[in-house]
């Protein structure tokens, strides 16, 4: 007979969620309503990229961190270039850092507007997942007007961007971000400041500025706990130190400094400061070169270099080694979502079922990134 | 109908018994099909209005291919349901199993019974019709909890036995709250209430309208048969359980159809319930003293009566896709601390306007004020 | 006592605000965005990358797009023919393989060769039908990855 400890109950929570941030496995441990325990399994989704990175070229690769996090991609692309141009050493012509500004920020706004819907319809509130895709249709409009495509773009590439911004991207654009901040009140009103909502997220699975250090848990949810660490400031890239935008933390307003009320509402604040983003961005734009001139053959000198960038899930970090061929000899991939996970266990301890959800929710972790 | 039947019965007064046996049987069986088939149109075309509401909403269409404007959608669901495979799990209680989603429908739909949807159009004149409704559709709890013990799973237990704390404690406000009304008219029999309501144009007299106490009352009434029937934002058993399991998850094909289409039986015998105490029943507004053919005025009555449940069941789907879902204590919270305190005072206001005013009205009140 | 009366007033007010906003919705049939999709195509921008396609006349064999693929996804067999031209016999595009990236085209040197169509329906029953065959020689059976055997140079018309 097998020793089961009878007094808790042991369930998967399988790799198939129908409220599914990718293909995640928890083996929850109950006490009848209350957790005991709660361990992540992954690797379900691991498609050996780092390992793809050592057998094609660097320019070849480029395709591959679109798939890293697919909601976020032109932030995976700009992390890989910006890291392979710190190696070779190339200085990018000031419209190619404008235009990769644009889509970095719009992109930050697509994929805040996913975690924000998935989130909700986690809560049981459906409408907000519609209303986000909807207003992601504009912004998917304007990336497959620019580069062909609607979810991967492989727009940002070595040494600037492929294309140069076509005709009527920048009224359209203009456009979006007049029609924009009224939905953002919109969903305000609709769900953030529900009575319901708040009550269900306030105060629960709170992150204490110790323990976000700690497990490294990087982007909004380190900034909901108060810290503020966002890496467009402390180290600016592109032309990031030249734009004027605000960086929310979150300040308790309807609990604990750090719940989950907290990490939900930095993505709305945080989509705000991107509409101010890119309307300068917008304003900022003069003609000049799309991209730099960079080599059909790509041999970065021998060397390793380790680059990060601000990903709407966190920080997004390339190390690449270079032996001076045309491929890496090898590179490492931290992604934002592996660190966040890994405080899940810790938040999971005492909350009732209902609430994991939120917390899985609140954390915005997507597999592909974890997993690789 | 039961004019009908009385008539047939005496009738057959001194034909032979066997005849007469076999003439109730016959009338036992015409009339149920004649209530099921009602009972099952309407159950599937709120399945239709369900997902069509819901389109609306989120700012999209709904159904609108299989038939004109999506009509016969529900009958394609119901033959995809019909043709699903027959699944039932090997350790499960068999007879349990099998039995629960049959006693949830029969009690759903054996509350339609003392309906009165106009003046002479009505199934059956029960003198205690409230009663009757409140008590069967408690077996809808005590079914549940069958089906999740059946289910021989872990996570159907525990929705089930949610389901059964959520229906059994709100079910104290909703007999509070509907008590405030029925004292006024003081009889149990649905037609004497909705013929206390007549008069007043139509509209002043209805007993929601009658003291600031029961229309306090409605309000109650509504929120707590929404936790009734289980839907959002009391949904737990039904749809948190869609992230983890729940009491129907191991039903499939019919046996599901039939939990399913309980559920809008329940919404129409809840508004129907709140129509007939609060709202006038089939009293129709502004008509005043038009003389009209019976036929005329009869078909006119269930087009009031149809219309004013559609409208609560319309707000009650409205509720549904805009509000999230509550935790299970913070249900159980609101009930006890919040709905049951309030039903029990304003029981206790309603009786002391009805000893003090002998049930009489603010409408009675004011042109008592202008007659004399 | 009034922090409770305070509570439920707020959640009230909160969950009228919300409700309100979606019965603006319900009730407006403009605010549907849905295309009916067969019915309604919109038409994809000029940069929209579906299928690929090739117009193998002017192609020169010079096999930059089969190499710079990612996946592998192009098939390249070449001959010399009577001019000492380049020509490929075998061409083949594994619609199901490729990701749709877009750096064959840019690495294609030849302008208007190999482009991206406005094609995004093309769904097949065996995924032998998926295979674009483009090459101008006698075609083999799909084996997929380059074969080893040589072909013979065949007489072809050159436009």
Not at chain 1, 344 to 350: D, T, V
Request: aromatic share 12%.
């Amino acid at each position: 007979m097998v020793n089961v400890d009878e007094r808790f109950m042991e369930v998967s929570m399988g790799p198939q969620h129908p409220s599914t941030h990718g293909v995640l496995r928890l083996l929850v441990r109950t006490d009848g309503e209350v957790l005991t325990a709660a361990r992540p399994y992954i690797g379900y989704l691991h498609r050996a990229l780092e390992k793809i990175a050592e057998r094609v070229t660097y320019p070849q690769f480029t395709p591959f961190t679109d798939r890293l996090d697919y909601l976020a991609s032109m932030n995976c692309n700009l992390a890989y270039a910006m890291t392979v141009e710190k190696l070779l050493n190339i200085e990018i012509p000031r419209r190619a850092q404008i235009i990769r500004v644009i889509m970095a920020e719009l992109n930050r706004i697509s994929s805040h507007l996913i975690a924000f819907g998935s989130f909700s319809s986690d809560m049981g509130a459906f409408t907000p997942f519609l209303f986000g895709i909807r207003e992601r249709e504009f912004i998917n409009d304007l990336f497959e007007m620019t580069c062909g495509s609607r979810l991967t773009y492989n727009y940002i590439r070595i040494g600037g961007v492929s294309k140069d911004l076509p005709e009527g991207f920048i009224d359209k654009a203009k456009e979006f971000l007049d029609y924009f901040p009224g939905k953002l009140k919109e969903y305000n009103e609709l769900l953030s400041y529900n009575a319901i909502f708040i009550k269900r997220l306030a105060n629960i699975a709170v992150i204490t500025p110790e323990d976000a250090l700690d497990y490294g848990v990087t982007g909004p949810n380190l900034r909901a706990s108060g810290i503020k660490w966002d890496l467009r400031r402390e180290e600016p890239y592109l032309i990031y130190n030249e734009l004027d935008f605000d960086i929310p933390i979150g300040r308790g307003e309807m609990g604990t400094i750090g719940d989950a009320w907290d990490r939900y509402m930095m993505r709305i604040y945080e989509m705000e400061q991107s509409t101010k983003i890119v309307k300068q961005c917008l304003d900022m734009l003069a003609p000049g070169d799309y991209t730099a001139k960079v080599p059909k053959v790509l041999k970065p000198p021998a060397g390793e270099v380790y680059v990060r960038a601000e990903n709407p899930r966190g920080e997004l970090g390339f190390y690449l080694i270079s032996d001076g061929s045309t491929k890496p000899y090898r590179l490492k991939i931290r992604a934002p979502s592996f660190a966040n996970l890994s405080i899940l266990p810790k938040l999971a301890k005492g909350v009732m079922i209902a609430d994991l959800i939120a917390i899985i929710g609140s954390l915005d972790i997507i597999l592909p990134e974890i997993d690789r | 109908m039961t004019e009908l039947i009385n008539e047939i019965i005496t009738r057959l007064a001194n034909a032979a018994p066997i005849i007469r046996l076999l003439v109730v049987i016959a009338i036992i069986i015409v009339s149920s099909v004649i209530v099921l088939a009602v009972a099952l149109l309407y159950e599937g075309l709120a399945t239709y209005a369900e997902r069509k509401v819901a389109g609306d909403i989120q700012a999209r269409i709904g159904p609108n291919r299989v038939g004109p404007y999506g009509l016969l959608q529900f009958v394609a669901d119901g033959v995809k349901l019909l043709l699903k495979e027959d699944i039932i799990p090997f350790y499960a209680d068999k007879w349990l199993f099998i039995i629960a989603p049959y006693i949830v429908f029969t009690a759903s739909f054996a509350a339609f019974v003392p309906l009165s949807y106009s003046e002479h159009i009505y199934i059956a004149n029960l003198n205690v019709g409230v009663l009757y409704i409140l008590a069967i559709s408690s077996v809808v709890s005590m079914a549940i909890l069958m089906g999740a013990w059946g289910s021989n799973n872990k996570w159907s237990l525990f929705g089930g036995m949610r389901a059964v704390a959520q229906i059994v404690s709100y079910e104290i406000p909703t007999v509070l709250s509907l008590l405030a009304a029925i004292i006024i008219p003081a009889s149990l029999n649905m037609r004497d209430i909705i013929a206390y309501q007549s008069g007043g144009l139509g509209i002043f007299r209805w007993l929601i309208f009658n003291n600031p106490f029961t229309f306090f009352a409605f309000f109650i009434y509504f929120i707590a048969s929404i936790a009734e029937v289980n839907r959002t934002p009391f949904d737990i058993p039904e749809a948190e359980s869609e992230i983890v399991a729940g009491y129907h998850t191991e039903y499939t094909g019919m046996r599901f159809a039939f939990f399913f289409m309980a559920e809008y039986g329940d919404m129409f015998v809840v508004s129907a319930l709140a129509t007939t105490l609060f709202l006038g029943g089939w009293q129709i507004p502004f008509i005043g003293n038009i003389v009209m053919p019976v036929w005329l005025k009869d078909i006119l009555e269930v087009a009031v009566f149809f219309g004013k449940v559609f409208l609560l069941i319309y707000i009650m789907m409205w509720i549904r896709w805009t509000l999230p879902r509550l935790r299970v204590d913070q249900l159980m919270e609101l009930c006890w601390k919040y709905l049951t305190p309030f039903a029990f005072f304003n029981l206790i206001g309603a009786s002391v306007w009805v000893l003090l005013l002998h049930g009489k009205g603010v409408y009675d009140i004011i042109t008592g004020l202008f007659v004399h | 006592m009034t922090e409770y009366f305070k509570k439920m007033f707020n959640a009230i007010k909160s969950i009228l605000t919300g409700m309100g906003i979606t019965i603006k919705y319900g009730v407006n049939p403009k605010t549907e965005v849905t295309q009916q999709y067969p019915e309604v195509k919109r038409e994809p921008p000029d940069r929209f990358r579906g299928k690929l396609f090739v117009d193998i006349n002017i192609c020169t064999g010079c096999t930059a797009c089969a190499r710079i693929c990612p996946v592998d996804a192009i098939t390249l067999k070449t001959v010399r023919d009577e001019n000492k031209k380049l020509r490929p016999v075998v061409f083949d595009i594994d619609n199901a393989r490729c990701i749709y990236c877009g750096l064959c085209v840019e690495a294609c040197p030849v302008e208007h060769c190999l482009y991206f169509e406005k094609k995004y329906e093309f769904s097949a029953y065996t995924k032998d039908e998926l295979i674009s065959h483009f090459g101008l020689g006698e075609l083999k059976p799909q084996e997929g990855r380059v074969e080893e055997k040589k072909l013979e140079p065949k007489k072809e018309e050159v436009k």
